[in-house]
């Protein structure tokens, strides 16, 4: 938690991407004396400091390998194994390859001494190549091992500090060899032993960086001083201390990003494409070495400035594309094993949730919207979606999703703003009172609240939170799930595309109830086609599932032929509001002209109150009990016809 003289581990998580990016330009800086760049000592002294940019990556990289080890929907080890490595070898198998086949064939070399090369061999045995890949292999294989260790210990830090003090020794303590071979592979082994140790605190930490834990501000000069002070000691001297000022440096750098918003996009892209950039700079180095400068006798490379510019410039142009290259092949390999899954396997509820949330998190973006909907429709429903002729219910709200595209659509489904367009046509009256909105879960002053009220995303469905007494409100949960879903578009789960780019705020509004204990609203939910309403549902306790009721009526108020499967209908129909004309009333007012709308009303009290509008209920998969409900209530549905032109228009 961060304070005045606390500092919140939560902001290394927060602006990994972009403590990456800053750690890949030190490091950049840091090659150019490796490269023969000639720089003044000042700068010499200061480039050398971006050494530590390594061991930033490696206490990130500890970081996440807690997140994806510990996470509740974890794949098996061999596809955790699969999943990591494949990040690692991809980038550097098609940067490497190509520069190791050039130097194999300009120095006579043939396909053993390739293989030597890329396998990462040759590092280990003559320290050539790139040691930061060849250091990741073993280290992501044994962090399972190293984790069990670490998760396991009841006295989580005994054991971190434990496993840093041995590798310490191990890349400290010197081993006599017998042979020069022998000799360079020991060195090789304890200069890539001593960087590890970093891996290991960032695992550590990882459980406190996930719960927002606060440190003492005090920690960043003791450590400068300890790094320092132990640099003078005989005895330490050969001992990497690089976790004293990497640490510091993280703490150092998050500060910034967390105050100066503006520096995030640049070191945001370039901890992007990190790995990349690291490994053109490694390759481009050696490949910019081997070809000649001078132009009639005059070396147009005095310094090495112009050889090093090369490899700068290049490498990130280079890195850039890689990196998209790498998403496209996994995203490919994505896709492939969702077609085996579906074809060969079958589809189940974890294969639903990882497609999903593959989709929510950005990673399926690249698939048209009509490709990805099919997918989850045969997912979702069990069968092919039709979309030439449509007949079920759900089949249109899908076409509709992809050929019904409306600017004004995505001001009557923001939260915010459906206020004012559903004010202007029906009236203040019926608006539930706006307590405050905010761009940020920050600027909220809970204090000001009053001791009940309602928080809400605008922008998406399920960013809830129902407060009942302020005194028992678990603030901490309450922003992290708001901040999740604010770092959500809604669009990419199921491709509802009015909500594709409402922004992203927060509402506070007036808690409202329309029952004696306080404990909850009435939906009344009317489904109106063409501007008419048909039938509705009304709904009761949705924030419990096991004891929540949903029933479809007919507007004669009795019960229509139509059930959902995942909730348990009302046993008798409950009493019909005393507003239910002004509800219809205001139905057809605000699905005037529409296709498709559903109305979401409320009933406190004499007063009729508007709580949202809705263009694709469950996102166009509603779970009837009897598919041919689907059907029936598909009738009601005319869709109008399109022709080429319009069929481009769902990308």
């Known amino acids: 938690m961060a304070s005045k003289y606390r500092f919140d581990l939560s902001l290394f998580s927060r602006f990994r991407t972009e403590i990456m990016g800053i750690s890949t330009i030190a490091i950049l800086l840091c090659h150019a004396s490796g490269r023969g760049v000639v720089l003044p000592y000042i700068l010499e002294w200061l480039f050398g400091f971006g050494n530590i ?43 490497s390859t190509p520069v190791w086949i050039y130097y194999c064939i300009i120095n006579g070399k043939g396909i053993l001494d390739f293989l030597y090369y890329v396998s990462t061999v040759s590092f280990w045995a003559e320290h050539f190549g790139a040691w930061y890949i060849a250091l990741l292999i073993p280290l992501y294989i044994l962090t399972p091992l190293i984790g069990m260790i670490i998760d396991r210990s009841s006295y989580r830090w005994i054991s971190v500090s434990v496993i840093v003090a041995a590798f310490v020794f191990a890349g400290w303590v010197s081993i006599p060899g017998t042979g020069t071979l022998l000799n360079d592979a020991v060195y090789n082994i304890q200069f890539v032993i001593c960087r590890v140790p970093c891996f290991i605190v960032g695992y550590g930490i990882a459980p406190a960086v996930k719960q927002g834990k606060g440190i003492p501000w005090v920690i960043l000069p003791v450590l400068l001083i300890v790094y320092f002070v132990c640099g003078r000691v005989p005895i330490l001297r050969d001992v990497n201390m690089n976790l004293l000022l990497a640490f510091p440096a993280m703490m150092l750098f998050s500060f910034i990003f967390e105050k100066i918003a503006v520096l995030r996009g640049v070191f945001g892209w370039f901890g992007m494409i990190s790995l990349e950039s690291y490994l053109t700079n490694v390759y481009l ?159 909220i002053d ?71 204990d306080g404990c909850g609203l009435t939906d009344y939910k009317f489904y109106c086609f063409d501007g008419e309403p048909k039938f509705l549902y009304i709904s009761e306790g949705l924030e419990n599932h096991a004891t929540a009721h949903i029933s479809f009526l007919t507007l004669d108020w009795k019960f229509a032929p139509y059930e959902r499967s995942d909730y348990k209908p009302f046993e008798k129909i409950p009493q019909k509001p005393k507003g239910y004309d002004k509800m219809l009333e205001l139905c057809r007012v605000l699905a005037k002209d529409i296709l498709f709308l559903r109305v979401d009303l409320y009933q406190i009290g004499e007063e009729v109150y508007f709580s949202e509008l809705t263009f694709s209920p469950c996102s166009g998969f509603i779970p009837f009990k009897n598919s041919n409900h689907d059907t029936v209530i598909g009738n009601m549905l005319t869709l109008p016809q399109i022709g080429k032109r319009e069929n481009k228009n769902a990308n």
């Not at 596809?79 to 198998?93: C, D, E, N, S």
């Not at 999740?484 to 780019?501: D, G, H, I, Q, V």
């Open 53 to 95: 940019g390594v061991d930033i990556f490696l206490l990130l990289s500890g970081l996440s390998m807690f997140y994806s080890l510990n996470k509740a929907d974890r794949p098996t080890l061999g596809g955790w194994y699969t999943k990591r490595l494949v990040r690692i070898v991809l980038p550097y198998a098609i940067i």
């Open 446 to 516: 809970i204090e000001t609240l009053p001791n009940k009220f309602v928080i809400k995303c605008t922008h998406d469905s399920g960013g809830l939170v129902i407060c009942r007494d302020k005194s028992k409100l678990d603030k901490k949960k309450v922003k992290e799930k708001i901040e999740k879903c604010l770092k959500t578009n809604y669009f990419w789960s199921a491709r509802e595309w009015p909500y594709k780019n409402v922004q992203p705020r927060i509402i506070a509004e007036k808690f409202m109830s329309d029952h004696e």
């Open 285 to 443: 180095g050696y490949l910019f070495g081997t070809f000649s400068y001078e132009i009639e006798s005059t070396n147009i490379n005095k310094g090495n400035y112009l050889s090093y510019a090369c490899v700068i410039v290049f490498g990130i142009i280079i890195a850039f594309w890689v990196h998209k290259l790498d998403e496209k092949i996994l995203k490919k390999k994505q896709v492939a094993w969702m077609a085996y899954h579906i074809r060969k396997v079958g589809v189940g509820n974890s294969f639903l949730r990882k497609f999903q949330s593959l989709g929510a998190l950005g990673y399926l973006n690249w698939l048209p919207d009509k490709i990805y909907v099919k997918i989850l429709f045969q997912i979702r429903m069990g069968k092919k979606l039709v979309l030439k002729a449509p007949q079920t219910f759900n089949e249109k709200l899908q076409w509709l999703k992809l050929y019904d595209r409306k600017p004004v659509y995505a001001l009557m489904v923001d939260k915010y703003e459906a206020k004012k367009y559903v004010a202007d046509r029906i009236g203040e009256e019926y608006i539930i009172p706006t307590l405050g909105v905010w761009e940020r879960f920050d600027d």
